[in-house]
T-cell receptor
Framework: DAGITQSPRHKVTETGTPVTLRCHQTENHRYMYWYRQDPGHGLRLIHYSYGVKDTDKGEVSDGYSVSRSKTEDFLLTLESATSSQTSVYFC?????????????FGEGSWLTVV | RKEVEQDPGPFNVPEGATVAFNCTYSNSASQSFFWYRQDCRKEPKLLMSVYSSGNEDGRFTAQLNRASQYISLLIRDSKLSDSATYLCVVNKGNNDMRFGAGTRLTVKP
């Protein structure tokens, strides 16, 4: 299994509170991604990083921010959580981007916003 | 219209059956294609890449038809352990991977 750890794995939070999800990898891969998965939608990219301090937006980035201060850590922050952000969040890594390369997923973080 | 469309199923088949899943994608410039497998409440894992010439991995065969923008996955001699959701994935390039919503398969004894 790819060395990816997500924390917390499960969280319930109230609307309007900030939430940070952490992804930690031990593979020294350059690329890291945050996806969310919702019924009927498949996985959708929120943000990704192609190096320390280098990030870019994905398909559904509104309401989310990210930071990558070290190769091994990629943080996803919901500044003010809303019920529409209730979802399963998956972190993923790849060695050199997605073009022809396998991406490996973490075990997921289940977030409920009440 | 979604960029990657899959029949959600569920497909319920007996052990030993052959089952086929289809997937269509809308962006003709898409660069590479994959099938991922996802077990209930688990992370997706790569099953196989899909090549234009078609490719096989044991009981699994993947096909790509670029002209019709269509991808398929064939599973022969289904096993109970094949029960999962199968995700069609299209790489548009520039780190833009698009996932289908998945097709659920249940293999029954």
């Amino acid at each position: 299994d790819a060395g990816i750890t997500q924390s917390p794995r499960h969280k319930v939070t109230e609307t309007g509170t900030p939430v940070t999800l952490r992804c930690h990898q031990t593979e020294n891969h350059r690329y890291m991604y945050w996806y969310r998965q919702d019924p009927g939608h498949g996985l959708r990219l929120i943000h990704y990083s192609y190096g320390v301090k280098d990030t870019d937006k994905g398909e559904v980035s509104d309401g989310y921010s990210v930071s990558r201060s070290k190769t091994e850590d990629f943080l996803l922050t919901l500044e003010s959580a809303t019920s529409s952000q209730t979802s399963v969040y998956f972190c993923a890594i790849s060695e050199s981007g997605t073009a022809g390369n396998t991406i490996y997923f973490g075990e997921g973080s289940w977030l409920t916003v009440v | 219209r979604k960029e990657v469309e899959q029949d959600p199923g569920p497909f319920n088949v007996p052990e030993g059956a052959t089952v086929a899943f289809n997937c269509t994608y809308s962006n003709s410039a898409s660069q590479s294609f994959f099938w991922y497998r996802q077990d209930c409440r688990k992370e997706p894992k790569l099953l196989m890449s899909v090549y234009s010439s078609g490719n096989e991995d044991g009981r699994f065969t993947a096909q790509l038809n670029r002209a019709s923008q269509y991808i398929s996955l064939l599973i022969r001699d289904s096993k109970l352990s094949d029960s999962a959701t199968y995700l069609c994935v299209v790489n548009k390039g520039n780190n833009d991977m698009r996932f289908g919503a998945g097709t659920r398969l249940t293999v029954k004894p």
